[in-house]
């Protein structure tokens, strides 16, 4: 079982900066990949970034590449996502992800098993 709790979000302007956090417990986290989703309103929740149990792999949508950084520390089990350069289409409740191994695409939803309550994010014009 785990368990995720996100903290971080909020209300910036158009090119402003957030860092998510998100703070895990169970004895395995180092074992999981993990994940970052986004859901705005009225909208599917969508792939955001994700992170392979070691570090050494990461993916990112190509709507953030290059604006939004994912990374992990397995000895304090939080996983962050860096967002720079945010725009009004980044507004969205992101959620945090763990991926147990199951084998899905490391962009489908369908392969995490555990997600956190979500934290808002909100990008003004």
């Known amino acids: 079982q785990v368990t995720l709790v996100e903290s971080g979000g909020g209300l910036v302007q158009a090119g402003g900066s957030l860092r998510l956090s998100c703070a895990a417990s169970g004895r395995t986290f180092s074992s999981y990949n993990l994940g970052w989703f986004r859901q705005a309103p009225g909208k599917e929740r969508a792939f955001v970034a994700a992170?392979?149990?070691?570090?050494?792999?990461?993916y990112y949508a190509d709507s953030v590449k290059g604006r939004f950084t994912i990374s992990r520390d397995n000895a304090k089990k939080t996983v962050s996502l860096q967002m720079n350069s945010l725009i009004p289409e980044d507004t969205a409740v992101y959620y945090c992800?763990?991926?147990?191994?199951?084998?899905?695409?490391?962009?489908?939803?369908?392969?995490?098993?555990?997600w956190g309550q979500g934290t808002q994010v909100t990008v003004s014009s």
């Open positions: 992170i392979s149990w070691s570090g050494g792999s990461t």
């Open positions: 992800a763990v991926d147990a191994g199951s084998g899905y695409h490391y962009n489908d939803r369908r392969g995490y098993s555990y």
